[in-house]
Antibody
Framework: QVQLVQSGAEVKKPGASVKVSCKAS????????MHWVRQAPGQGLEWMGR????????HYAQNFQGRVTLTRDTSISTAYLDLSRLRSDDTAVYFC???????????WGQGTLVTVSS | QSVLTQPPSASGTPGQRVTISCSGS????????VYWYQQLPGTAPKLLIY???QRPSGVPDRFSGSKSGTSASLAISGLRSEDEADYYC???????????FGGGTKLTVL
């Protein structure tokens, strides 16, 4: 079955960077965009960006331009989210989700909690 | 502040029918398909409705979606306790060249 498995929780200090991984299985990794969405505690969903695993091409949400980098390793069907210059308001659960037509996100990874605290 | 507007909360009793609205604009709902996601407490979101009114396999027909102009709605009939969750609408926005999520609606089953 199609599955996305993310790396474990992280605790980081303000100003640091974090890298979250998302390993795909059960489908052709290069055939679908991979999106990243975050959810701050008690808040809604916020789209961060997407990567085309086939070409490596990326598109980032305006709010994250300059701080987020999406990459992938097709040899191990894994996508990565790198977020730099972390602030306390970056504390959130970060999800990867396979993309489809329009705003299709299916399935989602289990989420990775990133806590930014001094 | 999301540009897709949902009511922050909704409620109903078991067996009732509830609707959740999602209001947008011509650059998003007015010109693209609407999607709905269900997020049960402590879990990742799950695709509930795609292309305005289509259900993925496994989603009960108690859930239905509709769209008119720049607004969309999710209806849940025969409400059950396990439907208690957060519901999000989502749509591609042509102006942003990216997807948007509504602010989410917390559904409580009384």
């Amino acid at each position: 079955q199609v599955q996305l498995v993310q790396s474990g929780a992280e605790v980081k200090k303000p100003g640091a960077s974090v890298k979250v991984s998302c390993k795909a299985s059960g489908y052709t990794f290069t055939g679908y965009y991979m999106h990243w969405v975050r959810q701050a505690p008690g808040q809604g969903l916020e789209w961060m960006g997407r990567i085309n695993p086939n070409s490596g091409g990326t598109h980032y949400a305006q709010n994250f331009q300059g701080r987020v980098t999406l990459t992938r390793d097709t040899s191990i069907s894994t996508a990565y989210l790198d977020l730099s210059r972390l602030r306390s308001d970056d504390t959130a659960v970060y999800f990867c989700a396979r993309g489809g037509e329009g705003a299709t996100f299916d399935p989602w990874g289990q989420g990775t909690l990133v806590t930014v605290s001094s | 502040q999301s540009v897709l507007t949902q009511p922050p909360s909704a409620s109903g009793t078991p067996g009732q029918r509830v609707t959740i609205s999602c209001s947008g604009s011509s650059s998003n709902i007015g010109s693209n398909y609407v999607y709905w996601y269900q997020q049960l407490p402590g879990t990742a979101p799950k695709l509930l409705i795609y292309r305005n009114n289509q259900r993925p396999s496994g989603v009960p027909d108690r859930f239905s979606g509709s769209k008119s102009g720049t607004s969309a709605s999710l209806a849940i009939s025969g409400l059950r306790s396990e439907d208690e969750a957060d519901y999000y609408c989502a749509v591609w926005d042509d102006s942003l060249s990216g997807p948007l999520f509504g602010g989410g609606t917390k559904l409580t089953v009384l």
